[in-house]
């Protein structure tokens, strides 16, 4: 069975870093690509970040590109999500996923189940 | 970036009955949306890809279509477990974009 655990999440001061983390289980973690996406409250889905499977190609939107850094430890099987800057909007529940297939070019076939992330002084 | 328009976003219906989601893009993302649903306190569930393709596990009675620009997601015959928020999202191009929800309720 497929797991995805979020952890990391908290509530930070604007300007401020933190990281999340994913621990995923249940597959061959360094086979697929990965994501973030987050949900700020009462509010829709949003991409965040995707990472190819071997780590070397990585995917932001404008929202959060030069801010935040998407990365991996395939020895480990544990997704990260440093998070530099943060700004009031960034406060969401983050989720970790993966993707369908061995492309990033696919949808999220997995979910985490999220991990808080509040940005105010 | 492709615009996601979703369309109703509440929807009130009875077990038994037959609803559809509207999906539109901005611009032709091929067959590259999926659908997805989310329930409180459990993990969102990827129901359909590449347009129409029924994810395994997920139930005969939901059907996908559309190409290009316009898709439709139909869930015949409600049960309870379908009442939920659905949330379509193109995949053709990054920045990957969502609608923004359908929540289904029970009438």
């Known amino acids: 069975e497929v797991q995805l655990v979020e952890s990391g999440g908290g509530l930070v001061q604007p300007g401020r870093s933190l990281k999340l983390s994913c621990a995923a289980s249940?597959?061959?973690?360094?086979?697929?690509?990965m994501a973030w996406v987050r949900q700020a409250p009462k509010k829709g889905l949003e991409w965040v970040a995707s990472?190819?499977?071997?780590?070397?190609?990585?995917y932001y939107p404008d929202s959060v590109k030069g801010r935040f850094t998407i990365s991996r430890d395939n020895a480990k099987s544990t997704l990260y999500l440093q998070m530099d800057s943060l700004r009031s909007e960034d406060t969401a529940s983050y989720y970790c996923?993966?993707?369908?297939?061995?492309?990033?070019?696919?949808?999220?076939?997995?979910w985490g189940q999220g991990t808080l992330v509040t940005v105010s002084s | 970036d492709v615009q996601m328009t979703q369309s109703p976003s509440y929807l009130a219906a009875s077990p038994g009955e037959s609803v559809s989601i509207s999906c539109k893009a901005s611009?032709?993302?091929?067959?590259?949306l999926a659908w997805y649903q989310e329930k409180p306190g459990k993990a969102n569930k990827l129901l359909i890809h590449?347009?129409?393709t029924l994810q395994s596990g997920t139930p005969s009675r939901l059907s996908g279509s559309g190409s290009g620009t316009d898709f439709t997601l139909t869930i015949r015959s409600l049960e309870s477990e379908d009442f939920a928020v659905y949330y379509c999202q193109q995949y053709n191009e990054y920045p990957y974009t969502f609608g923004a929800g359908t929540k289904l309720e029970l009438k």
């Open positions: 611009k032709s993302i091929s067959n590259n």
């Open positions: 996923a993966r993707h369908f297939h061995y492309s990033s070019y696919t949808p999220f076939a997995y």
């Open positions: 990472i190819s499977s071997g780590g070397g190609g990585t």
């Open positions: 249940g597959f061959t973690f360094s086979s697929f690509p």
């Open positions: 590449s347009g129409s």
